[in-house]
């Protein structure tokens, strides 16, 4: 009698365990459904999932592969950049003046010390100079030289990923740069075309709009239908944009593009907000390095470290994720190359923090790389310490909110699990990955990881949605 009533009550326990909790490895049927609908299998799937107080995983399915991970890599950036850096951390863009100011005339040079602040806008620049026209700067007589020294690169080509120079998610790191290094175009359908703007326009850049409008359509996506090119030719840059509007396109919209490398944008948008603001410039610009006995006459501040983050990963912006590995490499190893020593930066603090790093490769920091790797396991333990970390609330607060914002916001919008998953996603040809934490019904907290590397990761978002849900619903 006793017999039966142990083997009964272990039947009962069994019955009430989750699906994969009698087999780790097994995948829960909602994931193993939507992986075979879009018909990927098992073998190129990554998966963990685990209490963030537990000390066993709920789910493992090949979590020591390393795999691509896509942009779910700037939750490593992040993490590791509040350990090292802390949450009060700032970027600094300082001015300095070599020589005297006398009738409103700088008799010398004009010292700008980038500070690689990934923050830094074009509003903050125009604040910036009227600081210096508040100072008694009207005219610059000498040269205005850039100080890009912090950041040592190597030479960065924006069409290497994927052939497409002017999307501004291909703009590298740069010590000295202004609104992520790229321009807001105005786009304004006309009867024969659109009219294109950009306030301000940078010195040296000429926008040519050739877009025509077509007689038939749905309006859908305009700039799918649109395509820009550069020249460059006497020192001017012209931008050429192409295509052709829906005749139902009637509303207007804005455009991102990086038509300018980074040294070039600045100077642009320098020259035009500083005759905006009546000033002039006798000199040129020419990159050097700030003398010591300069004296430093303005300077801006970015936002501090979790509020760069937030914007990092609710977007997933690559290039803050650049100066970020930057930061931390220049910071750390100040003669090295920047990215680097960051990248070192990284492996060692995940070392440190107990993180396994076998397999882990990190290029940029932003995960727009097909040589970056690392494992739902390692993933694991990064969110695990993290959540036992004292700033696990900043790196919470800067993930997506599945069905409430950021790039998730359109994720399990119609869910009970909707606002249930601090998640940060990622997507590659061929790579579809998310990384964070789930809230479950249970009222337990996972850390969750799904990577898949497969032609048709594309078609695996259900798979994603179905194993937040399966865990939120535990």
Known sequence: MLARKILFASLLTTLAMPPSAARADTLPAPLEASLARANIPDSAVSVL??????????????????????????????RVALERLGPTFTWRTRVFAHGEIRGGVLNGSLHIAGGGDPRLSRERLWLLLRELRAQGVRRIAGDVVTDRSLFRLAPHDPAAFDQRPLRPYNVGADALTVDYGAIRL????????????SDPLPAGLVIESRIRRSEAGACGDPISQLSASTARAGGVTRLSLNGSLAASCTEAFDWNLAPLPPERLFEGLFRSLWKELGGEIGGHFRPGS?????????????PPLPEVLRDMNKWSNNVIARHVLATLGATAEPEQDSVAAG???????????????SGFV?????????????SAHSLGQLLLSA???PTMPELLASLPIAG??????????????AGHAHIKTGTLDGVRSLAGYV???????????LMINHPNAGSARDAQDALMEWVAGL
């Open 439 to 449: 809230l479950a019904h249970d009222g337990q907290r996972y850390a969750v990881v």
């Open 290 to 302: 700030t003398p010591p006995d300069a004296r430093l006459l303005a300077e801006t501040s970015s």
């Open 186 to 197: 105005r786009v304004e359908p006309t009867a024969d075309g659109a009219s294109v703007r």
């Open 387 to 389: 959540w036992r970390s």
């Open 362 to 374: 990190i290029e940029n920091g932003a995960g727009l790389s097909r040589s970056a790797r690392i």
């Open 49 to 78: 999932v685990q209490k963030v107080d537990g000390h066993t995983p709920l789910l493992s399915h090949r979590s020591g592969e390393a795999m691509n991970p896509a942009s779910v890599m700037k939750l490593v950036t992040a």
């Open 343 to 357: 990248g070192r930066v990284v492996e060692q603090s995940l070392r440190a923090g107990g993180v396994d790093t």
């Open 404 to 417: 409430v914002d950021g790039t998730a916001r359109r994720r399990l919008a119609n869910s009970p699990a």
